[in-house]
C-alpha cells in the first residue's frame, strides 16, 4: 500500500487574483441555493440600498431649491410663513429621513445573509477540521488554529457587511452624484468631483497597502502573544512545578513588545494617512468653490447651487472619510478568510474512498498483517509485524518506549494509514471501509485521559451522546465510579474543570471507562490505562477493565507486565518488530527478552 501523502493546504496565489478567488468563494452565500427566504432578502437589501442612495443624492437638492427661494424677493405681505418654502423644506426633511430609514431596514433585512453565511462557513471549517488527522493537529498550536477560525468567520462578516454598507452604497452614490452635476451644470463640475475623489481614493489605497505591512506584523504577533498565553495556562502545573513563572512572563512579554513595536508604526502611518486624506478634501474643495463662486460672479449659478455643489463633496466625502480603515479591514479580511478558506481545503492525509463500506463486526477478529509505518522518511517505526488477536481473546503489547506499540494503536484507530501490510477486523482491510465505523468499534482507555471542561456526567456519556441519565449511571457503577460521583455535593452535574483537572488520575480513569462501557464497543484498546496510578488504585482500575473487557477482544499496551499475566497472548515489541510472542508462562520459559524485562521489573518492585 502506498501511503498517502500528508495534509498540505492548497496552493494560492497572491495579490489581487487572489483576492478575487476569495470574494468568488463567498458570493454564493450572498445567493444561496437552498434559502429561497434568504434570496428574497438579498433582493430586498439592494432595492432599499438603491432607495436610500436616492434619497442622499436628492436631499442636497431639495437644500439649494430652498435656498434659492429665500434668497429671492419673498412675499411679506402675505405673512412671515408665506415667505417660507414650506415645500422644499417638508420635502428636504423628508429625503433625509428617507435616506436614513431606508438605510436601516436594509441592515435589519441584510443581518440574516450575514449571520447565516458566518454560521454555514463557520461549521463547514469545525467539522472538517476534525476529518484531518492527528498528525496535522499535533503539527499546529491550537490557540492559533482557533484563531484563524476566529478571524476568518469574522473576515466574512466584515466583507459582506463593508461591502454592502460601506464601499458599494459610496460607488453608488458617487456615480448619481455625477450625473446629477453633469446635467444640472457642465462636466467641469462632475469632473471635478470625480478628480477630487479619485486622487483621494489613489493616496488612501496607496498608503493603506503600504501600512497592511504593519498590520500582518501586528497579527502575526498577536497571534504568537495568544498561542503562548494559552500554552501557558494550560500547562500551569508544569509552570508552577518549575518555578517558571517569571520565565514565562518573559516570553509573553517579548511578544507583547514585539506587538507593540509594529502597533506604534502603524499609528504613525496612519496619521501621515489622515493628513493627506484632509488636504485632498479641502484642496478638491476650495477649487469647487472657486468655480461655483465664478459661476455666480456670471450669473449662471446661485447661492443654492454653491451650496449644493459643497454639499456634495463634503457627503461624499464623509463615507469615504473611512475609507483607508475599509480598505484595511477588507484587505485583512480577505487574508483571514484566505487562512479560512485554505483550511477547509486542506486535503485529509486519511481519507475514505467514495464508495468505502461500513465495517460489519462479526466476531472482532483483529489481525496485522506485515505491518510497516514511518512518520516520515527518516522516522520508520514499524517494521513488518504481524499479529493475530482471535475474537474475544486479549493481546497485550510490551517493551521499550519508543518501539512502537502506541504506534499500533493508533492505526487500529485510523489516525494513520500503514505505508505498507494491512489492519485487519474480521477479514475488512480499515484502509478500506469508513473511518468512523471503524471507530464505533472499538472502545479505548488512554494513559492520559483528557475530559472536557464540563460535567462528570457529559464526559461519560460522551462515549454514547444521548444515553439517558439510568444507562450513564449503570456505565459509572460498572466502573466503580458512581459512589464516588454521588458523594460529591453536585453529582453528575459537578464539572471538571479544564482537561479534568479537578480529578484524580484514578477518577479520570474510571470516568475513561464508565464512557468506554457506555459505547459498549466490541473491541477494546488499553494504552498505559493504569502506569500513572499508584498500586492501590491500578488493583481496583485492573479489576474494572477485566470486567469491561470479558468478551470482547481487547489489546492492551502495557509497561509494568504484571498488569498481563493474564492476558492471552503477549508479544514483545521492539525496533518496530515482533520478538517474541506467547503466554506470560511461555515467554518465562524461553528465557528470552520477556523474561529478562520480568527479572529487571521484579527486582526494581522488591528493591
Not at 479619485?198 to 504577533?221: C, D, H, P, Q
Not at 488636504?279 to 472657486?290: E, N, P, Y
Not at 483483529?366 to 527518516?378: H, I, K, M, N
Request: net charge neutral.
Amino acid at each position: 500500500m502506498k501511503r498517502r501523502p500528508a495534509e498540505i493546504p492548497p496552493p494560492t496565489p497572491d495579490g489581487i487574483t487572489n483576492d478575487w478567488r476569495v470574494l468568488r468563494r463567498l458570493l454564493p452565500h450572498l445567493w444561496p441555493r437552498d434559502a429561497p427566504a434568504l434570496r428574497l432578502s438579498m433582493l430586498l437589501a439592494s432595492v432599499l440600498l438603491i432607495a436610500a442612495k436616492v434619497a442622499a443624492v436628492v436631499t442636497p437638492v431639495y437644500f439649494k431649491d430652498a435656498v434659492d427661494a429665500l434668497s429671492g424677493p419673498l412675499p411679506t405681505d402675505l405673512g412671515l410663513w408665506a415667505a417660507v418654502p414650506v415645500g422644499l423644506i417638508l420635502a428636504y426633511g423628508a429625503a433625509r429621513i428617507g435616506a436614513q430609514a431606508f438605510n436601516d431596514f436594509r441592515d435589519m433585512v441584510f443581518a440574516r445573509l450575514v449571520e447565516r453565511a458566518v454560521h454555514v462557513v463557520g461549521v463547514r471549517t469545525f467539522r472538517h477540521l476534525h476529518t484531518l488527522s492527528l498528525r496535522f493537529h499535533l503539527d499546529r498550536q491550537t490557540g492559533g488554529l482557533s484563531r484563524a477560525i476566529e478571524r476568518g468567520t469574522r473576515g466574512i462578516d466584515v466583507i459582506l457587511r463593508l461591502f454592502a454598507f460601506r464601499a458599494g452604497p459610496a460607488v453608488l452614490e458617487l456615480v448619481m452624484v455625477s450625473g446629477v452635476l453633469w446635467s444640472l451644470y457642465d462636466g467641469w463640475f462632475a469632473l471635478a468631483v470625480l478628480g477630487t475623489i479619485g486622487v483621494y481614493i489613489a493616496w488612501t489605497l496607496g498608503l493603506t497597502e503600504w501600512r497592511l505591512s504593519y498590520r500582518r506584523k501586528m497579527n502575526s504577533f498577536d497571534a504568537d502573544a495568544n498561542t503562548k498565553a494559552i500554552d501557558s495556562l494550560l500547562n500551569y502545573e508544569t509552570v508552577k512545578y518549575f518555578c517558571n513563572e517569571e520565565h514565562e512572563a518573559g516570553r509573553f512579554d517579548t511578544a507583547l513588545k514585539a506587538y507593540e513595536d509594529a502597533a506604534v508604526r502603524s499609528h504613525a502611518s496612519l496619521s501621515l494617512l489622515n493628513l493627506g486624506q484632509g488636504v485632498i478634501i479641502s484642496l478638491g474643495l476650495v477649487v469647487i468653490m472657486l468655480m461655483a463662486g465664478r459661476g455666480i460672479a456670471q450669473g449662471t449659478m446661485t447661492a443654492g447651487d454653491f451650496v449644493l455643489v459643497n454639499t456634495y463633496l463634503i457627503q461624499l466625502y464623509t463615507p469615504l472619510n473611512f475609507l483607508g480603515v475599509v480598505y484595511r479591514e477588507i484587505k485583512q479580511a480577505l487574508i483571514d478568510m484566505n487562512v479560512l478558506f485554505a483550511l477547509g481545503d486542506t486535503v485529509p492525509e486519511v481519507a475514505d474512498r467514495p464508495d468505502a463500506p461500513a465495517l460489519a463486526v462479526t466476531g472482532g477478529h483483529l489481525c496485522f498483517e506485515a505491518v510497516s509505518f514511518a512518520y516520515g522518511p527518516d522516522r520508520e517505526i514499524l517494521k513488518g509485524i504481524t499479529l493475530d488477536v482471535p475474537p474475544g481473546t486479549s493481546l497485550a503489547l510490551v517493551g521499550p518506549s519508543g518501539a512502537g506499540k502506541s504506534t499500533l494503536g493508533r492505526l487500529l484507530f485510523r489516525f494513520y494509514d500503514p505505508t505498507g501490510g494491512r489492519v485487519l477486523i474480521d477479514g475488512q482491510d480499515l484502509c478500506d471501509v469508513t473511518q468512523a465505523s471503524v471507530r464505533r468499534a472499538i472502545g479505548i482507555v488512554p494513559q492520559d485521559t483528557v475530559l472536557f471542561n464540563d460535567t462528570i456526567g457529559y464526559n461519560i456519556a460522551y462515549g454514547r451522546p444521548g444515553a439517558s441519565q439510568a444507562e450513564i449511571e449503570e456505565a459509572a457503577r460498572l466502573a466503580a465510579i458512581h459512589e464516588f460521583v454521588t458523594s460529591l455535593k453536585d453529582g453528575y452535574a459537578t464539572r471538571v474543570g479544564e482537561r479534568g483537572l479537578k480529578l484524580s488520575g484514578g477518577e479520570k480513569q474510571r470516568v475513561a471507562i464508565a464512557r468506554t462501557i457506555l459505547k459498549d464497543p466490541p473491541i477494546l484498546l488499553f494504552d498505559e490505562a493504569t502506569s500513572q496510578l499508584d498500586s492501590h488504585t491500578e488493583r481496583d482500575i485492573q479489576a474494572a477493565l477485566r470486567l469491561v473487557s470479558r468478551g470482547r477482544t481487547t489489546v492492551i499496551i502495557a509497561h509494568r507486565l504484571s498488569t498481563v499475566v493474564d492476558a492471552d497472548a503477549i508479544a514483545v515489541i521492539d525496533d518496530g518488530r515482533v520478538i517474541e510472542q506467547g503466554t506470560h508462562a511461555a515467554l518465562l520459559a524461553q528465557d528470552g527478552a520477556y523474561a529478562a524485562l520480568w527479572r529487571k521489573q521484579t527486582l526494581d518492585q522488591s528493591a
